[in-house]
């Protein structure tokens, strides 16, 4: 289902970030002084702070790295502030990717003997692609010269998923100025997701040495269990029919010591549901051992299922709070390390079903034309879907507006079976970080089980759907088909990004599963033809025919159930019939 060069997928893409960025240099223009530090869960949002940064296309997140010594990391890739490739035509372009810059620090009146050091935490790879040896993560450092002068770097294809702590000092004289500044940089493949580094806790001050690696701060990292045992989310009526054979009676989350020392750490649990308000838990949990310094320990909650809720659909928020004196810095005037006491999780309870957890690490295409995939999904009682969600991303080019074919499929043997609908659709691109779009049904669909949504691209184009690694455990409702039959996914270690979407009980006009597919009732012939296309149906108005890479060669209304397609050149096509209600898309080959 993954295409491999030279042993890396190359059809990996992250979810488009569509925010388009504002460079912030200009707009905050007072310096820094020292201490300087960042470990990116004192600013919310998907953007480093612009306070302390000049961002050069990296994204704050807390799914790409593993193990991060603080909530939240900044990543380092091939695409831009905007989430696209930084190079649109060349598949193997090389070169300059992310930057991460300082905002200027006033370090003019000291002297090298002050000991000034740089320390952060770094990982290569994380959930996402792992650089080569000839990518590089590099700092540089700002002289007097307005020159930047490189002075660490690491190679790729460093194989760890544990972040590896970095210490720089400041020798050079050169250096002590008051617009100084630290830059890191990667450099690697520009035509997408590749070559991906973490950067998280950077400490610049004074009076630090080589053995300066603790800091006063225990930091929550991230939520490692579920609420849910089948979906990451699912409608809340289904749901209601077994909430304790849909969920798990405990929840785990992480966090990690970053003294020199080991702590008995308090903490307590709180669930509200943030549509309601109403809290179903918030208490105090006992002593649970010592975490030694520089390990992560886990602290789990046993509880029963939610089964109580004041409105047709819910947010479930799941928080960890740990009590520390982390707010006290000596060190670190200024600075409250306590923001990272705090860690939440959400579980959706609403109209939809999805496995994913709203963040895409990579992206997966088919490796033939005409591709096939389905996702399966089990409904806990009949229910009806009236429209389906898709993670799309660009990768290589813009592919919006190319069409592909979405399918509704009963299940047969466990495997997807009769196709009960489907419809062509054109690839558009979400909105803002992680966007979904959603292409509403023709009609509702009713179900009573077991279904499929699947899809066939009609091009060779890269059609990515996102990919989310944080949940493999959902891997095996992947399907694909190698043209003659389905196989269950064993490639993909994650969820694919799609989301079918319940009717509501006020829409009408359902589909059931056991009447024919919409499209069953059309019949296009002959097949192949030589010029003359009819077919059944006396109510169609408008014809589009598009060639096999997608580009419409014809585009009329009809009002007989004939046309003349004989100036087509030999080939394969793909024709959309419409009534102005409905679409029949049917595959048609032309020969002279």
Known sequence: MISFLNNRPVILCRSVILLLLLSFHHTYSQKVQLPFFDDFSQYTGPNPNPKL???????????????????????????????????????????????????????????????????????????????????????????????????????????????????????????????????????????????????????????????????????????????????SAMPLRQYMVNPAAETYDTLRAEMFNLQDIGNFVPYRWKIIDTVSNQVYYDAPAPFFGNLPPGITGSRQLIIPPVTQFGSTKAVLKFQLNISTTDNVQPLLPGYDLSSNDSISTYTFLDDFYAYDDGSAEIGADFDQNLGKAAIQYILSKPDSIGAVRFNFSPYFKDISGQFFLLQIMESAGGMPGKIIHEQSIKVAYGKGINGFTEYPLNRNIALKDTFYVAWTKLTSDVIAIGVDKNTPQFANRIFYNNGSEWIKNTSVKGSLMVRPVIATKAQQNSITANEEPVNGGLIAYPNPTTGILQWNLSNIKHITIFNATGVTVLSEDVTTQEINIETLPSGMYFVNFSDGKKNFLRKIMVLH
Request: proline share 3%.
């Open 53 to 231: 940064w000049i961002n050069g296309g990296t994204l704050v997140n807390n799914s790409f790295a593993i193990n991060q010594p603080s909530m939240y990391v900044a990543t380092f890739d091939g695409r831009n502030a905007a989430g696209l490739p930084y190079d649109y035509t060349n598949q193997l372009a090389y070169g300059r990717t992310d930057t991460l810059t300082s905002q200027p620090i006033e370090i003019g009146s000291y002297q090298v003997a002050d000991s000034l050091y740089l320390s952060f935490f770094w990982q290569a790879k994380g959930y996402g692609d792992l650089p080569d040896s000839d990518d590089t993560l590099i700092v540089s450092f700002l002289n007097n010269k307005k020159s930047w002068i490189p002075v660490w770097k690491q190679n790729g294809n460093y194989r760890s998923d544990s972040f590896k702590q970095q210490l720089i000092a400041i020798k050079n004289q050169d250096f002590l100025h008051d617009n100084f500044q630290f830059r890191f940089e990667t450099k690697g493949r520009q035509s997408g997701p590749f070559d991906m580094w973490h950067i998280d806790y950077i400490y610049f001050n004074k009076n630090r040495n080589y053995q300066d690696i603790y800091s006063k701060d225990i930091a929550c990292t991230k939520f490692t269990t579920s609420y849910l045992k089948r979906y």
